[in-house]
T-cell receptor, first 112, second 112 residues
Framework: EAQVTQNPRYLITVTGKKLTVTCSQNMNHEYMSWYRQDPGLGLRQIYYSMNVEVTDKGDVPEGYKVSRKEKRNFPLILESPSPNQTSLYFC???????????FGPGTRLTVL | AQSVAQPEDQVNVAEGNPLTVKCTYSVSGNPYLFWYVQYPNRGLQFLLKYITGDNLVKGSYGFEAEFNKSQTSFHLKKPSALVSDSALYFCAVTLYGQNFVFGPGTRLSVLP
């Protein structure tokens, strides 16, 4: 089944404790992206990647890192999480830029 | 800078009646425009997109959208609403297909 998977689905952590949210797609998509969803703000793009080893900042990259060492994986790293990073995070992938994106199920992160 | 507005937080419509979910955008250049739907506790699903060509775009589940360049709008429409259409709808814009900006979302409630 074609899908985008994210892990973990739920995470509660404390300020400053490094964490990684994994994202994997099995569709051989070139484009991958991370978003955060907050009430009243919609989705805001954190980082995106056009292909392996090619990443770029979205609108809200501060406090986040990403890497794209393999085509299928695009992990999101929070080196020192803070409470304002409490949010619902979505990973997405697409065949290429400007194509429809396939979204993962989301990761609900709470930073205490 | 790109921006998307969805002027209505909530739209209520009776089952069987036509529905419209509004979207206006601001971008310098020729945009790519998208509509996505989010059902409760799910990721986003693609509905339709406008790249170029015919201003009326048809998508999934009987939805369509009309691109109006002079009014910078991309309203989502459906001739006859179903209760199962109740969900959160997002409009999104991108200029070059890499950096996406989403609207804040409109909650559609279809009443039986």
């Amino acid at each position: 089944e074609a899908q985008v998977t994210q892990n973990p689905r739920y995470l509660i952590t404390v300020t400053g404790k490094k964490l990684t949210v994994t994202c994997s797609q099995n569709m051989n998509h070139e484009y991958m992206s991370w978003y955060r969803q907050d009430p009243g703000l919609g989705l805001r793009q954190i980082y995106y990647s056009m292909n392996v080893e090619v990443t770029d900042k979205g609108d809200v990259p501060e406090g986040y890192k990403v890497s794209r060492k393999e085509k299928r994986n695009f992990p999101l790293i929070l080196e020192s999480p803070s409470p304002n990073q409490t949010s619902l995070y979505f990973c997405a992938s697409a065949w290429a830029k400007a194509n429809e994106q396939f979204f993962g199920p989301g990761t609900r992160l709470t930073v205490l | 800078a790109q921006s998307v507005a969805q002027p209505e937080d909530q739209v209520n419509v009776a089952e069987g009646n036509p529905l419209t979910v509004k979207c206006t955008y601001s971008v310098s250049g020729n945009p790519y425009l998208f509509w996505y739907v989010q059902y409760p506790n799910r990721g986003l699903q693609f509905l339709l997109k406008y790249i170029t060509g015919d201003n009326l775009v048809k998508g999934s589940y009987g939805f369509e959208a009309e691109f109006n360049k002079s009014q910078t709008s991309f309203h989502l429409k459906k001739p006859s609403a179903l209760v199962s259409d109740s969900a959160l709808y997002f409009c999104a814009v991108t200029l070059y297909g890499q950096n996406f900006v989403f609207g804040p979302g409109t909650r559609l409630s279809v009443l039986p």
